[in-house]
């Protein structure tokens, strides 16, 4: 986070949407009011026409489920077949070793021209 505005926005918007409320700018100035915090005035609307239409809990909750089920998932071919997963790397470290090379040979020159 950038600055304290912000953070304080943030976690205005998460109390709003814990109560089940809309995130609106009155809401979010209120709630920033109510706990002491003074923002540059723009801060709630940005907030607000960001989040307007999106379900927070929906959004934060599926940012959690696709970074745990990213594991099993890539376990599973692996598993099954190695082979193609170990060729895989096979073929970026190579890949890698030629664009090294050219890059050399790019600029006209070598370690030992």
């Given at each position: 986070?950038?600055?304290?505005?912000?953070?304080?926005?943030?976690?205005?918007?998460?109390?709003?949407?814990?109560?089940?409320?809309?995130?609106?700018?009155?809401?979010?100035?209120?709630?920033?009011?109510?706990?002491?915090?003074?923002?540059?005035?723009?801060?709630?609307?940005?907030?607000?026409?960001?989040?307007?239409?999106?379900?927070?809990?929906?959004l934060i909750?599926?940012?959690?489920?696709?970074?745990?089920?990213?594991?099993?998932?890539s376990g599973?071919p692996a598993?099954?077949?190695?082979?193609?997963?170990?060729?895989?790397?096979?073929?970026?470290?190579?890949?890698?070793?030629?664009?090294?090379?050219?890059?050399?040979?790019?600029?006209?020159?070598?370690?030992?021209?």
């Open positions: 986070m950038g600055s304290v505005d912000e953070l304080a926005c943030v976690y205005a918007a998460l109390i709003l949407a814990d109560d089940q409320v809309a995130v609106t700018a009155d809401k979010i100035q209120t709630i920033l009011k109510a706990a002491g915090v003074s923002v540059e005035p723009y801060w709630p609307g940005l907030f607000a026409r960001a989040l307007e239409g999106v379900n927070v809990k929906e909750t599926n940012i959690g489920s696709s970074a745990g089920s990213a594991g099993p998932a599973a598993a099954g077949g190695g082979a193609p997963a170990e060729e895989k790397k096979e073929e970026k470290k190579e890949e890698k070793k030629e664009e090294s090379e050219e890059s050399d040979d790019d600029m006209g020159f070598g370690l030992f021209d």
